[in-house]
């Protein structure tokens, strides 16, 4: 099975790209959905959660005030890296099982959409890492328009990643996303190429179907064993 990694930073353009990858058929893990799912009212990062915030952060229906929390981890990097100690491992297990299932399916490519994937130390699960890019200034106009929000908060947002310029030196291929969605969409249809080239064998025997070919060689080793004198 291959992994690939899709990162960037916040607004660069990660889900315009992940879009991209499932509408070839591709399957993507977006690791913010597996994030918003951890975070649900009566799940164990809820009570974690709640726990170290307390029920100021709590809407009136006892799910957690996104934004609420959001501002508060924004402007605060202690309580940021606490919110982040506390739901690693539901993240970590959320997006394993959902890469389990899809080898269970038989996929033999799969995306994981992972804007933490650097800070979280999970670039070393995939192969290549893809790389969202964008300049600094497009990226904060992006970001403004999207959510609405004031420069000083979108910036505490940004600030609040690993650089893009440090991402992009680790990256093994690099989407430069500052210019139209057409030279992104240009631009995608490389990567796409590179990343649906033929799997390697290390990647072939991680798959399901490489598993059950190993599985079936070790049986009939075994059976050829038994039979001979
Ligand atoms: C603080 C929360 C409640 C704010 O929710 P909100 O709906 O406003 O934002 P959303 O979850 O859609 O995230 C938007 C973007 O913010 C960035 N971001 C989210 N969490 C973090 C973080 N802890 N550190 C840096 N950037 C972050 C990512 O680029 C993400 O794509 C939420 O982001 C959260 O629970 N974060 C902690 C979990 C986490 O690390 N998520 C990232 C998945 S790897
Ligand atoms: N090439 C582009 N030209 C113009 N707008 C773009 C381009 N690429 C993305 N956008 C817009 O920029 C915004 C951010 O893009 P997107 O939501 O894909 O970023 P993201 O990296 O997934 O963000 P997040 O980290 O918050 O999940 C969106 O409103 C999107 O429509």
Redesign the pocket.
């Known amino acids: 099975m291959r992994i690939v990694g899709l990162t960037?930073?916040?607004?660069?353009?990660?889900?315009?790209?992940?879009?991209l990858f499932k509408a070839h058929g591709i399957p993507v893990v977006d690791a913010?959905i597996v994030a918003r799912n951890v975070l649900k009212k009566g799940t164990g990062g809820w009570k974690k959660v709640v726990a170290a915030f307390g029920e100021d952060i709590l809407l009136e229906n006892g799910e957690v005030d996104r934004a609420k929390l959001g501002q508060i981890v924004f402007s605060d990097p202690g309580r940021r890296q606490l919110l982040n100690r506390l739901l690693a491992p539901f993240i970590s297990r959320g997006i394993l099982m959902e890469v389990l299932k899809l080898w269970i399916k038989g996929c033999s490519i799969i995306v994981l959409?992972v804007?933490l994937l650097f800070e979280a130390k999970m670039d070393k699960w995939t192969k290549p890492i893809v790389v969202?890019w964008?300049d600094r200034k497009?990226?904060l106009q992006?970001?403004m328009?999207?959510?609405g929000s004031m420069e000083e908060d979108a910036k505490s947002?940004i600030n609040a990643q690993m650089s893009l310029d440090l991402k992009r030196s680790q990256a093994d291929i690099v989407i430069d996303?500052?210019?139209?969605?057409?030279?992104?969409q240009e631009q995608f249809q490389k990567v796409l190429t590179q990343i649906t080239r033929p799997l390697t064998w290390t990647e072939f025997m991680l798959s399901r179907k490489g598993a059950f070919m190993a599985l079936f060689s070790i049986f009939v080793g075994v059976a050829i064993c038994k039979r001979s004198p």
């Open positions: 960037g930073g916040i607004a660069s353009g990660k889900s315009t790209v992940s879009n913010d959409d804007p969202v964008v497009t990226q992006r970001l328009i999207r959510d947002r996303n500052t210019g139209s969605l057409e030279a992104l």
